[in-house]
């Protein structure tokens, strides 16, 4: 299988392998007029694992500013919480929408 030694490019090669880092992503909660405070407090808790007062606090900066951050996280696990935040609303029949973006 070729030379034992290594090129200078190879190490670097295994070297950046070690190193790199998952890319992260931003799940983000908006503000609507019907989803009830309540809800999203509730929703930050399990969901997010926000303590009541953390969750209450993100809660309100949604409302007062459109957009906040419920949490950063790897793809999938980004993924599936937008997909819970939204069947969780959809069974509670709240308009409540979550996004996520590269963080
Ligand atoms: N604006 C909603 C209300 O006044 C509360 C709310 C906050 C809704 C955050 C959604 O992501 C949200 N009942």
Do not use: W
Request: aromatic share 8%.
């Amino acid at each position: 299988m070729g030379s034992k030694h290594k090129t200078i490019q190879e190490i670097q090669e295994k070297a950046e392998q070690k190193t790199r880092k998952p890319p992260y992503y931003s799940v983000l909660l908006l503000n609507d007029d019907y989803t009830t405070m309540d809800f999203v407090v509730y929703v930050l808790e399990k969901v997010f694992h926000k303590s009541p007062v953390e969750a209450t606090q993100i809660m309100l900066h949604v409302h007062k500013r459109g957009k906040g951050l419920a949490g950063i996280y790897t793809r999938d696990i980004a993924e599936t919480k937008v997909d819970n935040v939204h069947r969780l609303a959809q069974e509670h029949e709240f308009p409540l929408r979550c996004e996520m973006e590269k963080a």
